[in-house]
Structure formats: structure tokens, C-alpha cells
């Protein structure tokens, strides 16, 4: 049985999860908030098999701390303030606030508790319980030579496309890693990235891994998840002025940085609606997560041209289940008439002939009332409570 510790290093972790938790710690400490687990597709094997692992993997958690490299590190992107540097200096996850269970075939993990000490854990638990996952399907050798045939089979298509390789950063097709959470194997993801840093240095702009990134030298990419705006759905504003409360609370904490906003926490119409001409001059862009990527596109530029602000000027960020074939798609779609990024995710670090695990880790309560968000796409709202629902739904003019 393969014994290496699954998590290498606290910095580990997608970006996003240290921006959303400094702006959380100086903007709404107290909040208590509960996330819970969720598989979404069937496993090869009930993941309840993979109890005692978890277990014995999360206490591993529990024990690290942040080195002083790791803590330089993050102080020197200029973002991050001193005295969350600080903070995080002392900072040791607490297994009193995760629990692990089964319920017949089906594993059940939740946090809960403040929401500084208790949001940290998603990105570990995800792969946590995916690199378990693979162990145990074993047949590791045949699975990376396929894994590796794929990844230069990608190479070869975006090498053979047209304009990637101009001058500037945007001239050509640019993607970015976002595939931390489901990644096949720590070891993999490292290869995988390697290889593309190699072949394709013009194309490949950065991870969203801080380890690897601090690691391979590359640029760690995030700005927001949706977890930061539903939180102000339960921090005493109206739940109609949610939105805009949370992009406020953004630019107050970053003041420029970090410009790339989430717009599918209540569906991109509604999230247009308070997206003003004050946020839209604040941001840099915008990013997609749900729905039809050429639609939720088509509205974003006719928002900003609404607003009379040349759509050239601004960027999109397409992060929603993508392959190459989509983003390079995507990409010859709208070049030209706005700036475009993609975040690709499983399919550049799970790409083997094992079926990839649908897992989510999500925020589902805050100070004891729900929160949720309501996908454009089937399947991905994420709460219990049909009340709040039906009400999030009617204030934000949603049709599910």
C-alpha cells in the first residue's frame, strides 16, 4: 500500500482559496459556516472504502504547518498582506472541525465551525479522496503512459492551431491549470505541467496550484469561488444587495488586484444586473462556470457595450468543464472582440482511461441559515433547504 503523504504542503491549495480567506478574515471573521462532500457521478467502488484512508490522510493535514520558505513566498505576491502572512504563521488546521462518516456505500465528509479555520479544507479533501480513489484502481504504469499519450496529443493540437505563438500575451491562445482538486496523482500533476511548460511556454500562462507554481516557477492563478459570494448571503445585508456587497468587499480588500469576477452564483442575468458601471469599470473581466459558454460570452460583451465600454479592453475567463477542443473553439469564436483566458481542469490532469470522479466540496450554511447558488447549468445548485431556494429564486428572478 502506497504510504506517501497524498498532501505534500499547505501552500497545496488552489489560489483562490487564499484570496477569498484573507478578504473573509478581515472583512467577516466570525462567520460559521458548514461545507459538506459530494460525489456526483458512481465510483468504481462505494467510496464509504475509503474511510479510515481519509481519516488517517486529514490528521496528516492537521499536523502541517506553514514553512518560513512558504510564508516568504506568499508574502511576495503583492496581494497578499502582511498581517495575513502573519496569521497564517500560526495557523494549523483542526480536526475537530471535519468530520468523516459513511451511510451505507456513501461517504460523508463535512467542516464546520468559523469559517477562517473550516474553508481551507475543501481543495485538500477533493484530493484527498480522488488520489485514494486511484490508488486503490491501481494499474498505475499503463494509466500514466495513456495520461502521457493524451497530454501530446493536446500539445500537437494547440501547436497545429493558428496564432498562438504571437507576441504578446493575448495574441494567441493562453490556458492556465485549474485541476489541483481532481487531479490524478500529485506526481502526475507535476509531469504534466513540466511537460507543458516545455512545449508549450507561450500557451501555458500558470496553475492555480501555489505549491506547483511556487515549485516550476509559474504564475498561480484565482481570484474568487463561489463560496465567497454566498457567504454574504447570510452576513446581515439584504439578500437582493448580496451580490454587490461582496464585489464591494472585493475592490475595498484588493483595490485593483485580482479584477476577475464570478458570475454565476444567482445565473449570469442576474449577476448583470448589479453589475453596474461601476463594477464593470473596477474588474478586469469576468469568469464563466455554468451555462452555455458562447451565450454567457455574447451577453458579457453586450453588457460591457451596454455600458459603452469597448469589450477589447476587458477579459473573459471560461473555467466550466473544459476541454482543448472547446477552449481552442471557444477561443476562435471570440477573438478579436474580447480578451479570453481558460482555466482547464480535469481534463489536463485526470485524462486517463479510468473514469474521473465528479466530487464537490461546498458551502452550504452560514450563521445557521442556507446558502446557495443557483447554477445555469442542470445539476449543479447545491442545497437542501427548497424554501430558501424558491425564495433566492423569486428574488433574483431565476427560472430554474
Known amino acids: 500500500m502506497n504510504t506517501i503523504p497524498v498532501v505534500q504542503s499547505l501552500l497545496e491549495t488552489d489560489l483562490y482559496k487564499f484570496t477569498m480567506w ?30 479510515k484512508e481519509v481519516e488517517t490522510e486529514l490528521d496528516r493535514l492537521c499536523d502541517l504547518t506553514f514553512s518560513l520558505a512558504e510564508l516568504d513566498y506568499l508574502r511576495s505576491l503583492r496581494f497578499i498582506k502582511s498581517d495575513f502572512v502573519d496569521f497564517l504563521s500560526v495557523f494549523r488546521f483542526q480536526r475537530r472541525f471535519i468530520t468523516v462518516k459513511t451511510a451505507g456505500e456513501t461517504l460523508e465528509i463535512s467542516a464546520k465551525g468559523p469559517i477562517v479555520h473550516v474553508m481551507g479544507f475543501e481543495i485538500f479533501v477533493l484530493y484527498i479522496v480522488n488520489e485514494l480513489y486511484f490508488r486503490r484502481l491501481g494499474d498505475v504504469e499503463t494509466t500514466l503512459a495513456e495520461a502521457r499519450r493524451r497530454l501530446e496529443t493536446k500539445i500537437a493540437l494547440i501547436a497545429a492551431a493558428n496564432d498562438l505563438h504571437g507576441p504578446t500575451p493575448f495574441s494567441g491562445f493562453v490556458f492556465s491549470d485549474f485541476g489541483l482538486r481532481r487531479r490524478y496523482s500529485g506526481p502526475w500533476h507535476e509531469e504534466a505541467l513540466t511537460t507543458l511548460l516545455t512545449k508549450l511556454p507561450n500557451n501555458f500562462s500558470g496553475t492555480s496550484s501555489v505549491h506547483l507554481a511556487r515549485k516550476l516557477g509559474l504564475t498561480p492563478i484565482g481570484t474568487m469561488a463561489h463560496e465567497y459570494l454566498q457567504a454574504y448571503q447570510a452576513v446581515g445585508v439584504r439578500l437582493r444587495d448580496f451580490q454587490k456587497a461582496a464585489l464591494e468587499g472585493w475592490v475595498q480588500e484588493y483595490r485593483g488586484d485580482l479584477g476577475i469576477a464570478l458570475t454565476d452564483v444567482v445565473g449570469m442575468d442576474a449577476f448583470l444586473r448589479d453589475f453596474d458601471l461601476y463594477f464593470a469599470k473596477l474588474f478586469d473581466g469576468l469568469r464563466h462556470d455554468s451555462g452555455d459558454p458562447v451565450q454567457w460570452g455574447e451577453k458579457a460583451i453586450a453588457h460591457y457595450q451596454e455600458l459603452r465600454i469597448d469589450p477589447r479592453t476587458k477579459q473573459i475567463i471560461f473555467s466550466d468543464g473544459l476541454d482543448f477542443h472547446k477552449a481552442i473553439a471557444l477561443y476562435r469564436h471570440f477573438k478579436g472582440r474580447i480578451r479570453t483566458a481558460y482555466g482547464i481542469g480535469t481534463n489536463l490532469t485526470n485524462d486517463t482511461p479510468k473514469k474521473a470522479l465528479n466530487i464537490v466540496m461546498k458551502l452550504i450554511a452560514c450563521n445557521g441559515q442556507p446558502v446557495a447558488k443557483l447554477s445555469d447549468s442542470p445539476g449543479k445548485t447545491l442545497c437542501d433547504d427548497e424554501t430558501f431556494l424558491s425564495y433566492l429564486r423569486q428574488v433574483f428572478q431565476h427560472h430554474a
Open 22 to 51: 484573507q478578504a473573509l478574515l478581515h472583512s467577516h471573521p466570525g462567520i460559521q459556516a458548514e461545507y459538506i462532500f459530494v460525489c456526483r457521478n458512481a465510483p468504481a467502488f462505494p467510496l464509504a472504502e475509503l474511510k
